[in-house]
């Protein structure tokens, strides 16, 4: 039972692109939607998280858009550089008897090419 | 070292065979949790821990045992491996169970079981 869909499962783009990934929920009582950056032979990194009352959050090149009422959510790494290569998760959690459960998405694997 | 760390890096073990995978934080958070890491699924939650002597089971336990008698430790031991366990192990922690709480992830534990 995939919670959390990801699309795409993974993305080539130019250098100085947009690299666009989206995410869709299901469950309407989630209330924090992290992203997570992984490098090969790293464990994922939160890179940037939105909550359900702002519908977009930039820092820096990275941007999450978030549609409540369509229950999706995307992230856009603007003038995309090599050093964004990566695996991105999005991920939804919610308050699970005292902590935080998180629930994440399949992974896009992301490559920036020169 | 600070920080979150995962101990073998590699590990190659026969079907049947006990083995376990260690987890060491040196931040005193209250939160450790194990995921696997599988191509199409994601992380997927196997146990996690508010504090010492608590745990409890995620979404695929299966197979799994999991301890932790102090508050820096979190050893995941896989009690008869079988094949379908080969995966890349996380182990992370967070610092309390308030809402938003970015969880910090390990290097990861490439296990293969043959």
């Known amino acids: 039972q995939q919670q959390v869909k990801q699309s795409p499962q993974s993305l080539i783009v130019q250098k100085g692109g947009i690299s666009i990934i989206n995410c869709a929920y299901e469950n309407t009582a989630f209330d924090y939607f992290p992203w997570y950056q992984q490098f090969p032979g790293k464990g994922p990194a939160l890179l940037i998280a939105?909550?359900?009352?702002?519908s977009e959050k930039k820092e820096g090149r990275f941007t999450i858009s978030f549609n409540k009422s369509a229950k999706q959510f995307s992230l856009h790494i603007m003038d995309s550089q090599p050093g964004d290569s990566a695996t991105y998760f999005c991920a939804a959690s919610i308050d699970s008897g005292g902590y935080q459960k998180v629930t994440f998405g399949t992974g896009t694997k992301l490559q920036v090419i020169p | 070292d600070a920080g979150i760390t995962q101990s073998p890096r590699y590990k190659i073990t026969e079907t049947g065979r006990q083995v376990t995978l260690m987890c060491h934080q040196t931040w005193s958070h209250s939160y450790m949790f194990w995921y696997r890491q599988d191509l199409g699924h994601g992380l997927r939650l196997i146990y996690y821990?508010?504090?010492?002597?608590?745990?409890d089971k995620g979404e695929v336990p299966d197979g799994y045992v999991v301890s932790r008698s102090k508050t820096e430790n979190f050893p995941l031991t896989l009690e008869s491996a079988t094949r379908s366990q080969t995966s890349v192990y996380f182990c992370?922690?967070?610092?309390?169970?308030?809402?938003?709480?970015?969880?910090?992830f390990g290097p990861g534990t490439r296990l293969t079981v043959l």
């Open positions: 992370a922690s967070s610092p309390t169970a308030g809402a938003y709480n970015e969880q910090f």
């Open positions: 939105i909550r359900p009352d702002v």
């Open positions: 821990s508010a504090a010492a002597d608590i745990t």
